[in-house]
């Protein structure tokens, strides 16, 4: 199995910074990228940041400029750097990764989740 291990949450006033980090650990054949997803209370949980293994990069339009997701060096450690937090950015953020576990002519890639870390904004 694939566990991934988030950090980094915590309370914040508006306009200041948090760093997340996850770093995904198990049984990894192979990396499809991963990524920040976000819960707040009584919403759908919504795509934050997500970082491709071809290098490509998704935010939402609401972070946009704000976020950073970026990778470690070993390529299974992201992070999350939050900049102009905001009240409506509070929520719990949980850690995406896409992987496939064994190899195959045509790899099976499935989504793991974290365990989520809160994230406060307060006026």
């Not at 976020?67 to 992070?79: C, D, E, V, W």
């Amino acid at each position: 199995q694939v566990q991934l291990v988030e950090s980094g949450g915590g309370l914040v006033q508006a306009g200041g910074s948090l760093r997340l980090s996850c770093t995904a650990s198990g049984s990894i054949y192979r990396l499809n990228g991963m990524g920040w997803f976000r819960q707040a209370p009584g919403k759908q949980r919504e795509s934050v940041a997500r970082i491709f293994y071809n290098g490509n990069i998704n935010y939402v339009d609401s972070v946009k400029g704000r976020f950073t997701i970026s990778r470690g060096a070993a390529n299974n450690t992201i992070y999350l750097q939050m900049d102009s937090l905001k009240r409506e950015d509070t929520a719990v953020y949980y850690c995406n990764a896409r992987v496939a576990t064994v190899p195959a002519t045509v790899l099976r890639y499935d989504d793991y989740w974290g365990q989520g870390t809160q994230v406060t904004v307060s006026s």
